[in-house]
C-alpha cells in the first residue's frame, strides 16, 4: 500500500500568511494527487485535483506543486475562511490513501 | 442540484449488520464511478470502496473485504454499502462520493469531486 504522510500535522498561521503544507509518498504516483478542505462537522471539498489543478470555484490563492513523491499545497494569503484541516490523496493504486492530515488554526 | 444523501446510519451492537444507501441527483448516476470513504470520531479519512459505472469492478480497503460489499442500482440511482461483521473500529461518518476518471489532453486525472454529508454508524454494545 501507498502511504502518505503529511507535514506538518498542526500549523498555526496568521491571517495573510503564506502556508505550505507537504504530502510525501512512500513511494512513486506520478501526479495521481488531490487536496481537500474538511471544515468541523462539514464534508470535505476538493481543492486541487492531478498536483496542481484547481478545480473549479476554489480561489487562486490555492496552488499544488510536486511530482513522484514529494508534493505540496500552498496557500499564498491565508483567509479566515481557510482555517481547516487539509488531506492529500493519492489514486496511483489501490488501495486509495489518504494523508493523515494538517490542521490550519488561527495564531 | 447535485445531491448525493446517505441514509441508514445507526447504533449497531458488534457483530451485527448494516446497510447504507446513498440517493444521487443532479447528475447522471450510471456515467460514474463511486466512492464509501469513511471518518472516524476524531480522526482523518480512509477510502472504503469504489464501483465502476455498471458494477462490473469493485475495491475495497483491505479492512473491510469479505466484510463489506458495495452495490448500485442505476435505475435507482442509488449507491448501497452493506456492512457485516461490524466492529467497534467501523465507527465512523461514511460519506458517499462522486470519483471521477477522466482523460484530458492524453493526460489522466483521477479525483473525488462531489460528497455528501455522512451518516453516522456507531458500533457498541
Known amino acids: 500500500d501507498i502511504q502518505l504522510t503529511q507535514s506538518p500535522s498542526f500549523l498555526s498561521a496568521s491571517v495573510g500568511e503564506r502556508v505550505t503544507i507537504t504530502c510525501r509518498a512512500s513511494q512513486g504516483i506520478s501526479s495521481y494527487l488531490a487536496w481537500y478542505q474538511q471544515k468541523p462537522g462539514k464534508a470535505p471539498e476538493l481543492l486541487i485535483y492531478g498536483t496542481s489543478t484547481l478545480q473549479s470555484g476554489v480561489p487562486s490563492r490555492f496552488s499544488g506543486s510536486g511530482s513522484g513523491t514529494e508534493f505540496t499545497l500552498t ?11 487539509y488531506y492529500c490523496q ?3 493504486s489501490y488501495p486509495l490513501t489518504f494523508g493523515g492530515g494538517t490542521k490550519v488554526e488561527i495564531k | 442540484e447535485v ?33 464509501w470513504v469513511r471518518q472516524a470520531p476524531g480522526k482523518g479519512l480512509e477510502w472504503v470502496a469504489n464501483i465502476k459505472e455498471d458494477g462490473s469492478e469493485k475495491y475495497y480497503v ?8 458495495i452495490s448500485r442500482d442505476n435505475a435507482k440511482d442509488s449507491l448501497y454499502l452493506q456492512m457485516n461483521s461490524l466492529t467497534a473500529e467501523d465507527t465512523a461518518v461514511y460519506y458517499c462520493a462522486r470519483y471521477i476518471r477522466r482523460r ?3 493526460k489522466d486525472y483521477y479525483y473525488v469531486d462531489l460528497w455528501g454529508r455522512g451518516t453516522l454508524v456507531t458500533v457498541s454494545s
Do not use: H
Not at chain 1, 496557500?75 to 484541516?85: G, V
Not at chain 2, 458488534?14 to 448516476?29: E, I, K, N, Q, Y
Open chain 1, 75 to 85: 496557500i499564498s494569503s491565508l483567509q479566515p475562511e481557510d482555517f481547516a484541516t
Open chain 1, 90 to 92: 493519492q489514486f496511483k
Open chain 2, 3 to 35: 445531491q448525493l444523501v446517505e441514509s441508514g446510519g445507526n447504533l449497531v451492537q458488534p457483530g451485527g449488520s448494516l446497510r447504507l444507501s446513498c440517493a444521487v441527483s443532479g447528475f447522471t448516476f450510471s456515467s460514474y464511478w463511486m466512492s
Open chain 2, 62 to 69: 483491505d479492512s473491510v473485504k469479505g466484510r463489506f460489499s
Open chain 2, 104 to 106: 484530458d489532453s492524453s
